[in-house]
């Protein structure tokens, strides 16, 4: 009797682990509405982060981390799904399903918080010359472009 109970314990733990490690390294809902919480350039110009606000409340960090050396192309996505509940980073592998699926959650987000005007600027324009609210929304296009241009089919 002992035995099977703490086999049961042992199958009950390893289910449980299964579920926190999927929970931790799959995408949240990303439906609107959804709102951009903060967005920066790193300090040294190669790496991108954004945080947005989820319709539930919780948030959901994301961004590239590049280098000076490193084009945008090659440099890897990365995801916190709940910092404040685990602050676990997860690397989707380029190109997989988890990059697509953000790709096309921030589609909708840039279409409908971005205009044209503001995406030509972002492409033309040297990113000194924008306010802090414009290089907020030009991080969050940047990551975006990164995302289509290595995503062309979708």
């Known amino acids: 009797m002992g035995k099977s109970v703490a086999l049961a314990t042992l199958i009950v733990l390893l289910l449980a682990?299964?579920?926190?490690?999927?929970?931790?390294t799959s995408l949240p809902d990303l439906e609107a509405p959804m709102s951009l919480s903060s967005a920066r350039f790193g300090p040294d110009g190669s790496s991108i982060s954004a945080s947005f606000q989820r319709n539930?409340?919780?948030?959901?960090?994301?961004g590239i981390r590049g280098n000076a050396d490193k084009?945008?192309?090659t440099a890897p996505l990365y995801f916190i799904r709940n910092p404040e509940l685990?602050?676990?980073?997860?690397?989707?592998?380029m190109g997989g399903p988890d990059e697509r699926a953000l790709l096309k959650?921030?589609?909708n987000w840039v279409h409908s918080h971005v205009t044209a005007e503001q995406m030509?600027?972002?492409e033309q324009v040297d990113r000194e010359d924008f306010g802090p609210a414009e290089m907020e929304l030009a991080a969050v296009y940047k990551i975006y472009e990164?995302?289509?241009s290595r995503n062309p089919g979708q």
């Open 105 to 107: 959650a921030l589609e």
């Open 120 to 122: 030509s600027r972002f």
């Open 146 to 148: 990164t995302l289509r």
């Open 17 to 24: 682990g299964i579920g926190f490690q999927h929970y931790i």
């Open 71 to 73: 084009d945008w192309a």
């Open 56 to 62: 539930d409340g919780q948030g959901f960090h994301f």
């Open 86 to 93: 685990v602050p676990y980073v997860h690397w989707p592998s």
